[in-house]
């Protein structure tokens, strides 16, 4: 049975950090691309980056230069390093897998990805 269990959301202060993390079992991690996605509540759930199995990363651009995309496969773990963080950086933030996405696609689409977490809570005060 495929898992994903997202941690390490909280509240912080704008400019403050925060790293999630994302346990996976039940999947051969390598094959996967593996993505961030958030929502707020009356909004779409939106990508925030994706890794591929080769390392290729897209970010969104409200978060490019800030958050941090990893992943360590030994371990079947995704992470996502959030710094300078705002007000609007907060969410429900989810973990998520896709087995295949098109060459030349948009990799942040939320129609790929099959398998979800149940999410993790991030939250940023001003």
């Known amino acids: 049975q495929v898992q994903l269990v997202e941690s390490g959301g909280g509240s912080v202060q704008a400019g403050g950090s925060l790293r999630l993390s994302c346990a996976t079992s039940g999947m051969t991690y390598r094959r996967y691309y593996m993505g961030w996605f958030r929502q707020v509540p009356g909004k779409e759930r939106e990508g925030v980056a994706v890794?591929?199995?080769?390392?290729?990363?897209r970010y969104a651009d409200s978060v490019k230069g800030r958050f941090t995309i990893s992943q360590d496969n030994a371990k079947n773990t995704l992470y996502l390093q959030m710094n300078s963080l705002k007000p609007e950086d907060t969410a429900l933030y989810f973990c998520a897998a896709a087995s295949f996405i098109p060459s030349g696609a948009n990799m942040l689409e939320r129609r790929f990805f099959q398998r979800w977490g149940q999410g993790t809570q991030v939250t940023v005060s001003s």
């Open positions: 890794i591929s199995s080769d390392g290729t990363v």
